[in-house]
């Protein structure tokens, strides 16, 4: 899959390796509010969990993963309200 750049939010889909860091980066920068829904993110690779911490855009929706959640300061999968 990859990253879908939406009109008000990028999803990031399935597994994404590193080669997607640089496009995103330039997004997220380009953005005034920038959002990122990570619900259907399998996994994701180190350079764009950093890219995540840095900048900080609003997490529409978080990951299935636990350690993922965990890493970007979210509650737990089983922990959040369905939407």
Same mark, same amino acid.
């Given at each position: 899959?990859?990253?879908?750049?939406?009109?008000?939010?990028?999803?990031?889909?399935?597994?994404?390796?590193?080669?997607?860091?640089? *496009? @995103? =980066?330039?997004? /997220?920068?380009?953005q005034s509010r920038?959002?990122?829904?990570?619900?259907?993110? $399998?996994? +994701?690779?180190? *350079? @764009? =969990?950093?890219? /995540?911490?840095?900048?900080?855009?609003?997490?529409?929706?978080?990951?299935?993963? $636990?350690? +993922?959640?965990? *890493? @970007?300061?979210?509650?737990?999968?089983?922990?959040?309200?369905?939407?």
């Amino acid at each position: 899959m990859g990253i879908r750049y939406l009109k008000t939010y990028a999803a990031l889909e399935g597994h994404l390796g590193a080669e997607e860091t640089e *496009a @995103l =980066l330039a997004w /997220l920068r380009s953005q005034s509010r920038p959002q990122v829904h990570l619900g259907h993110c $399998a996994t +994701l690779h180190t *350079a @764009l =969990l950093q890219t /995540l911490l840095a900048l900080r855009p609003r997490i529409k929706a978080g990951p299935k993963d $636990a350690w +993922l959640c965990q *890493a @970007l300061g979210l509650p737990a999968p089983s922990s959040r309200t369905p939407s």
